[in-house]
């Protein structure tokens, strides 16, 4: 017995009903368009500086003007949606393996429960942007170092959720007579455990996807980041902040990008949420 999620045609519908989802899912549509084709949308080099056209304004020539080192604020934006995004996913898809193993070890097997859920426990003790500032002063300011601190620090988060699902599932009548088969207990979880855990799965993504967003940029706005030269919205906002006061749009604009698809990425989420869990809806 499997509790299987509504099919993606339906759920999309359902989904597009609510206006503020559907605008959302637009705006993450655009940005990972003018990611994927990012040549073709700003065929401008965003590492190519030019100083006599530094802190230019916005114009026909510069759509979103230049920084502090004449380069072209508009190819850096959409270059840099690359970066951002390609670490926000790595981020999510990494925490959530992670922490969808050590929950559902955690939640089926009643031994490991207490030892796993107390280191659980110890890295969530920590707030979460303290906790990647000391991993990445550890591991050392690149790009693969911050992927690697983040996934460590919204692993817990996922576990968590999956644990909770997970000791749920176990005590079902179902899988008590699966169990009573004699089934091994690796197809248990893989056949009928993990399947009914998709629904907070998939919520936890959405929403690891839009933190990660905000902490690479966090990071990268305290130094301790991806280094200057990799073009992420984050690092943009940290190389220019000290001209915003001669030149808003050097910090306006990657803010603006930063800001929008992390609430859109937040507004799907709580869409998904609502759609695969009706009762949380009503109770809210």
């Known amino acids: 017995m499997t509790l299987r999620m509504p099919r993606l045609p339906l759920a999309l519908r359902r989904l597009l009903r609510d206006r503020i989802v559907a605008v959302a899912l637009l705006v993450l549509l655009a940005v990972a368009l003018l990611a994927i084709g990012a040549p073709l ?14 802190l230019r304004p916005p114009s026909a020539e510069h759509l979103l003007g230049t920084d502090e080192l004449g380069r072209d604020l508009y190819a850096r934006i959409v270059h840099g949606a690359r970066y951002s995004l390609a670490i926000a996913a790595l981020t999510a898809l990494g925490a959530v393996l992670f922490g969808t193993l050590l929950g559902l070890v955690a939640g089926f097997f009643r031994r490991l429960d207490a030892p796993i859920m107390r280191v659980v426990d110890a890295m969530m003790a920590f707030p979460d942007i303290l906790l990647a500032i000391a991993l990445v002063a550890i591991l050392g300011a690149s ?36 169990r009573a088969l004699g089934v091994r207990t690796s197809r248990i979880l893989w056949r009928h455990v993990l399947p009914n855990l998709m629904s907070p799965i998939l919520v936890q993504v959405s929403f690891i996807f839009a933190y990660a967003i ?26 220019s902040q000290q001209y915003a006061d001669r030149a808003f749009w050097v910090v306006l604009f990657p803010g603006v990008a930063i800001i929008l698809t992390a609430l859109s990425l937040q507004l799907v989420g709580d869409g998904v949420r609502d759609l695969l869990d009706p009762k949380l809806k009503k109770a809210v």
């Open 41 to 54: 949308f700003a065929s401008a080099d965003p590492n190519d500086t030019a100083v006599l056209e530094r």
């Open 143 to 178: 790009l693969g170092n911050v992927v690697l601190a983040l996934v460590l620090v919204y692993t817990p988060r996922v576990a968590r959720v999956v644990r909770a699902s997970t000791l749920v599932l176990r005590e079902l009548l179902f899988i008590e007579a699966v």
């Open 214 to 239: 905000l902490a690479e940029a966090g990071l990268s706005f305290l130094g301790v980041g991806v280094p200057p030269e990799i073009p992420t919205w984050g690092t943009m906002v940290a190389g």
